[in-house]
Every structure is written in structure tokens, then in C-alpha cells.
């Protein structure tokens, strides 16, 4: 079989023209190509490499864009963009960057949504059938989802309601048998049931939603997938297309190694060696390993205290062998982060001390249950916030810096923000101890930091901000890892002879009046968080001192979803720089 030039696939008009063995040969060659920006780039491995086949055979059946493709989470749509147009982007060095790494409307027809979390396209998918039906159409609707996906409740509520259509409604559940990690809860054992059954098994949680069931045994198998998918094509009912893949395949790896390489930086293709990050003994110190290492201590220390994940333990710093260490002091609740709050509040409930790890991007979905289930029953429970920042995740649909005006204003819920690792540490060991309030502790960036001289106190229920320097012309008031920031700036200030206050607030959802009363007379406060500003804490201080003569300057992001921003670029547009604050204190004291 001759190479197939991939630069002529502009569309899946393209590959419908291509008999089984062309399309074979197809899919080695877009695995390849694959691989090759994957180790140079990073990316997604996992996902992308298990899911090439069954996304060609999708575009290769149905008649997309005409024919509707929802893919959920899409981090594994890689191959899909690959057939939509954008092959460039995968086979050219200088277009690696021309794309994000999920589906987005703005790039291509063939993209219905941004997506970047888990578990929503089967309700989206059934909304847009919904809406097929209603206008009289006939197109097809499918909704591609991942085994570990299903364990998000919205996923059940979208199989729920899409049951009900009585039309043209396909789901594709693309089982790896693989979350981020290993996967978590009682559906599970019923899609080993499946397969190990070939898909016959009396029991199987689709049917008994409604769902007419197919299953393949070989997920990589193209000639099966395009057989199965032709079968359910114009369906006129609900179905569920079963399909048995492997998560890195084509590199024995990642195959190997499922949960390393979900999401990688560049990479060594023989061995797996991660390129770019410095050798282990060299790195400096994280906060995912800083947290394991801590938390992995209190539990030997108190059997009464509990690690929560929602499905990412690697961000928590719980490889493996550490969840075994931790064994059943550590609990994965799976793709489920509503649920992750409301175990935490019935481990707190019954006199447990449970720690749940949060990607500050997902947390959102949980609002309710934090601020009914945790804050408003006042369940000593405490949520550690991971990547709440503008130097984490840069994609739009995992940006971190909406967590503190999220969370920060529902009520009996303490939101503190430690600026080192003797601080997180301080306030983490704090929460655990007391039994009265909820509490979050928002991690200051990546790299832990040590300050050693930091003042630390035995109680954060009350706010009491720590005055670091003390002036009696401009006040800066860093939170969290802002802090160090305002700490160069007054540096500067210094330098020039402005009398400056340094003030660590700690605690961003609480004012501390008296210290805020003790700056009336100032000429000017400025506040900065590596956050948004509307709702968040520099306008609760603003808004306290809004009587009084002194100035008060907020500085943090804008309320926008910013997409693949540059960190720096970013900082500067935002004046967060020392030398910019310094700046503007100047010229607002002129």
C-alpha cells in the first residue's frame, strides 16, 4: 500500500472516496503524524492515539458536518481535526500551535462546541436532537463519550432525558477502560460485564435506560466500526454504540503507562522521558508534591483524616503508589465533583476530617453543593484549590482565576490564601484541627515557596491581616501569590522613598476592619490578586473604605475567558508587574 499524502485530506469528502485498505493505511499514517508533534509538543497522548480509528470511521459514515458530532470532554478529537481541515496543524512544526486542543466553533463547521470538561455532551446532544426533531429534520445526532466521563452526573441526567426522544439519538461510549486514571464507582463493573460478554450480558445499564445496545469487541478495528456505525446510521430511537478501545495505542508506552500519558509535555518516543522538566533531584519542590507528602503524614498520623480526589489524584501529587499507601484514607470519587463535596460533608457529618483537592477550573460545578451542602450546614470540611491562577491552565475552558469571587462570597465559607509552604501548611494543619467551619485554602502558584520568617497563627476563623512593613503614605495588599509581587513593589517604592505598608491579608472572604480603619489616612491602597477583579477581594476592600478620603486601586484579570494567552503578556496588560505597580502608585501620589 503507497503513502497517502496527508496534506491533500481537507475534509472527510476525502476519505470517502478511500476503500478498507487505504483507510488502514490512513489511520497508521494520521498515528504517526500523531506521535510525532505529541513528543515534540505535548498534548493529549492517551486519548488521541486510542481514538483514530473511530473517529475516521465516524466521518467516514456519517455525513458530517450535515450529520451532528458532539465529542465530550474533546481531548481526544485530535484525529478529528486532523480530518476537518487542520491537518497543517498536526504535520507542519510551524502550525503546531494553530489549534487549541479541543473542539472550538471558531476553527472549523465541523466543531459544535468549546469544550473542555467532562461528562455534558450526551445532554448537549440530546438538546440538539431535541431541536432536529421539532424543526421537522433528519440528520443524525451523535454524542461520543469516554467510560470515564459516564461517572459525571450529567452524563447520566443527558442518558437519562435522551432515552426519552423516541428518534434519531446516538451514543458512542468509548470504553478504555481508563479516567485520568484508573476509574471509580459501580458502572463499571458493569461494563467489564459487557465485554466480557461480548455485549450479552442480560444485565446492562443502557437497555435499562431504554437505549437500543451495540457493542465491539475491537474498538482500533476499522472495517468493524464502520459496519457498526452504517448499522445504527438513520436510526429512528435511542441507541448506545459500545466500543472496546485501547488508550494509547500505538505506543507501547502509553499503552503501558495509561495514566502518565493522558496529558503530556514533550517526550522521549522510546523511552517516555519527559523533555522539558529538569531531572526529579534538580526540580525545585511543587505543591502537588508538597501536598502528598504532607497529607500522606496526617493520615498515619490521624485515621480520621481523608484525601479526596474527583479524578485527578496526579494534581494532588497521589501517583499510584501513593493511593496504595494511602489506601482507604484516599478516595477517587471519579468524574464527580458535585459528589466529592457532599462525601466530603457526610465524612465531616460523621466526624471525619476530610481534605478534597480541587482544579480550581472545576470546581464551578460544584457551586451548589459548596454553598448548601458544605457552608450553609457548616461541615468542617476542607477544599485545597489546585491551579486558582493565571500562571496555570491558559485554555479557555480551563482557565483557574474565577475561584475567589466564586467562592469567596458564599456565606460561612472561609476562603484563605496562603503566600509560602509554612503558611499553606499552617492554615491546612488549622483547618483539619477545628471543627466549626468550612474552609478553603488556595494553593499560591506551582512552585513551593519558602518563607521561613512568615508570621503564622494558631487560629484563621477571624480575619487578621499581617502588616509586613509598616508606612503611613501607600498600602499594598497582596493576596496569595500576589504577595510577592506587591513585596517587589514596595521594595521599589522603598528605594525612592515612598513610605509604604506590605500587608498579607490571608484571608479573602472575611475583612479585617480594624487593620483597613488604620488606613483611612492614607493617601493610597492598593489591592492585587491573581484573580478577576469584579466580585473579587480588592473590590470587598474597595467597597469597606468607599466613605473614607483614601484612594483604593484594585488590580487583578479581566472577567473574560481568554484562550491560550501568553503569561507574561498577560501580566503587563494587567499592570501586575512590580515595576508597573510601583509605577501607578507613583503617578496616582503625583
Not at 86 to 108: C, I, K, L, W
Not at 142 to 159: C, N, P, Q, R, T
Not at 276 to 281: F, I, K, L, S, V
Amino acid at each position: 500500500m503507497k503513502d497517502i499524502d496527508l496534506s491533500t485530506i481537507e475534509s472527510p469528502d476525502d476519505i470517502r472516496k478511500m476503500n478498507i485498505g487505504e483507510l488502514t493505511q490512513l489511520a497508521s499514517e494520521m498515528r504517526s503524524a500523531l506521535l510525532k508533534k505529541l513528543s515534540v509538543h505535548g498534548g493529549h497522548v492517551g486519548p488521541n492515539l486510542g481514538m483514530v480509528e473511530a473517529v475516521i470511521a465516524l466521518h467516514y459514515v456519517f455525513d458530517t458536518p450535515q450529520d451532528k458530532i458532539i465529542f465530550d470532554v474533546s481531548h481526544q478529537t485530535y484525529p478529528h481535526k486532523m480530518l476537518t481541515g487542520r491537518m497543517e496543524a498536526f504535520t507542519d512544526p510551524a502550525h503546531y500551535n494553530d489549534v487549541t486542543g479541543y473542539t472550538n466553533p471558531q476553527e472549523s463547521e465541523y466543531d459544535l462546541y468549546s469544550l473542555g470538561h467532562t461528562s455534558s455532551a450526551v445532554a448537549l446532544a440530546a438538546g440538539l436532537a431535541k431541536a432536529r426533531d421539532m424543526k421537522g429534520e433528519k440528520e443524525n445526532v451523535v454524542a461520543v463519550i469516554g467510560d470515564g466521563s459516564l461517572s459525571g452526573g450529567v452524563a447520566f441526567e443527558g442518558l437519562d432525558y435522551g432515552a426519552t426522544l423516541g428518534s434519531n439519538f446516538i451514543v458512542i461510549v468509548n470504553d478504555n477502560q481508563m479516567s485520568i486514571a484508573e476509574n471509580h464507582g459501580g458502572i463499571y463493573e458493569n461494563l467489564q460485564l459487557l465485554r466480557e460478554t461480548n455485549g450479552t450480558a442480560e444485565l446492562n445499564l443502557f437497555r435499562a435506560m431504554g437505549y437500543d445496545y451495540r457493542y465491539v469487541n475491537y474498538g482500533n478495528d476499522l472495517k468493524s466500526l464502520i459496519e457498526m456505525f452504517e448499522s445504527v446510521k438513520d436510526t429512528d430511537r435511542p441507541v448506545v454504540v459500545h466500543i472496546n478501545t485501547m488508550k494509547g495505542m500505538g505506543l507501547p508506552i502509553a499503552e503501558a503507562d495509561k495514566e502518565t500519558f493522558h496529558f503530556s509535555g514533550p517526550f522521549d518516543l522510546r523511552t517516555g522521558a519527559s523533555l522539558n522538566e529538569p531531572a526529579q533531584n534538580d526540580a525545585p519542590e511543587d505543591y502537588s508534591e508538597h501536598f502528598a507528602k504532607g497529607m500522606l503524614r496526617r493520615m498515619k498520623e490521624n485515621d480520621k483524616v481523608v484525601t479526596i480526589t474527583a479524578a485527578t489524584p496526579g494534581v494532588l501529587g497521589f501517583d499510584k503508589a501513593r493511593r496504595e499507601e494511602a489506601g482507604k484514607q484516599f478516595i477517587d470519587t471519579a468524574i464527580a465533583e458535585q459528589s466529592s463535596v457532599d462525601i466530603a460533608s457526610g465524612l465531616a457529618k460523621g466526624g471525619m476530617r476530610p481534605v478534597v483537592g480541587f482544579v480550581s477550573s472545576f470546581l464551578q460545578r460544584a457551586y451548589d453543593q459548596f454553598s448548601q451542602d458544605i457552608a450553609l450546614n457548616k461541615q468542617p470540611a476542607t477544599f485545597v484549590i489546585f491551579y486558582g491562577t493565571m500562571f496555570g491552565m491558559n485554555d479557555e475552558t480551563h482557565l483557574g482565576f474565577f475561584d475567589i469571587a466564586l467562592l469567596s462570597n458564599i456565606p460561612d465559607l472561609l476562603y484563605l490564601a496562603p503566600t509560602c509552604k509554612e503558611e499553606f501548611d499552617s492554615m491546612l494543619d488549622w483547618s483539619i484541627k477545628q471543627d466549626k467551619l468550612s474552609v478553603v485554602v488556595r494553593i499560591p502558584g506551582a512552585v513551593a515557596t519558602s518563607n521561613p520568617e512568615i508570621k503564622l497563627l494558631d487560629d484563621y476563623s477571624k480575619p487578621q491581616y499581617d502588616v509586613v512593613r509598616n508606612g503611613n503614605e501607600v498600602a499594598l495588599i497582596g493576596a496569595g501569590l500576589m504577595f510577592g509581587i506587591m513585596s517587589q513593589a514596595a521594595d521599589i517604592l522603598a528605594e525612592e522613598g515612598v513610605k509604604v505598608s506590605l500587608i498579607n491579608p490571608r484571608n479573602l472572604s472575611t475583612l479585617d476592619t480594624a487593620t483597613l480603619d488604620s488606613l483611612k489616612d492614607y493617601k493610597l491602597i492598593v489591592t492585587a490578586e491573581d484573580g478577576i477583579i469584579d466580585g473579587g477581594f480588592g473590590q470587598k476592600v474597595a467597597s469597606y473604605l468607599g466613605e473614607s478620603p483614601v484612594n483604593v486601586v484594585n488590580l487583578g484579570l479581566p472577567k473574560e475567558f481568554l484562550n491560550r494567552y501568553d503569561y507574561s503578556e498577560l501580566q503587563k496588560r494587567c499592570g501586575l508587574t512590580p515595576a508597573q505597580i510601583a509605577e501607578k502608585v507613583k503617578s496616582a501620589l503625583q
